[in-house]
């Protein structure tokens, strides 16, 4: 019998092709928000935010999630503690 190669072109027009999701290093997004970097990097630690990845350079980039996470905990900051924060996002993820 007799294959039917698809070529590159072929291929690609059946599945479109899509964008790799943006990822921020910790200082685009002290940039956009009102968090330091140290802020930022205390977060992460505590388990309030999470990178998505690691560069191969050792710096951890976080994916646009990232924004909502921080808006939602700083309207908790008004009313509770980090820890209540984090055990508040924990129970709500799980």
Known sequence: MFEVHQSDSEK?????????????????IVRCTPYSRQTIHNYTIMGLIKEALWTDG?????????????????????????????????????
């Not at 899509?18 to 910790?26: D, F, G, Q, V, W």
């Not at 050792?58 to 994916?63: C, I, Q, S």
């Open 12 to 28: 690609s027009e059946k599945k479109g092709f899509t964008a790799p999701e943006k990822l921020y290093r910790i200082g685009e």
């Open 58 to 94: 050792g710096h951890r980039l976080y994916d646009a999630s990232v924004f909502e996470k921080l808006s939602q905990i700083a309207e908790l900051r008004k009313t509770k503690t980090l820890g209540q924060i984090r055990d508040l996002l924990s129970n709500s993820s799980n």
